[in-house]
């Protein structure tokens, strides 16, 4: 989706002040990234967000797991791919193993990382 586009859905607020785009209507505390090149190339999770899978803040590495068997370790995250050109990436904490952060992001996204 182009950023113009996305910005035409009436589904996001002002310009975010974490620098990643816009926040979302409604939800605050989630945000998106959008490029000119890209458009809409990542999508940053609140706490009432989840994924189709029922993942969410909070929920547990074994959750996560179980959810998605193809689920694969990078240096700092664990991510599962979606199809060819996008994926949910997982931010878990060190000691109690819970997710803190998640996004859904194209594989090409020139946001962050």
Known sequence: MSSADAVATGQLAEVCTRGLGR??????????????????MAIFAD???ATPEGI?????????????????KSVDFFYVP????????FLITVDSKTVYEWNLNTTSQTCFN
């Not at 209507?25 to 458009?39: I, N, R, S």
């Open 56 to 72: 969410h803040l909070g929920s547990t590495l074994a959750e996560v797991k179980a959810a998605y068997p193809s689920l694969k």
């Open 47 to 49: 706490a009432t967000m």
């Open 23 to 40: 926040v979302v209507k409604g939800h605050p505390q989630a945000a998106v990234c959008l490029t000119k090149e890209g458009g809409l």
């Open 82 to 89: 979606i199809n060819a050109t996008s994926r949910y990436e």
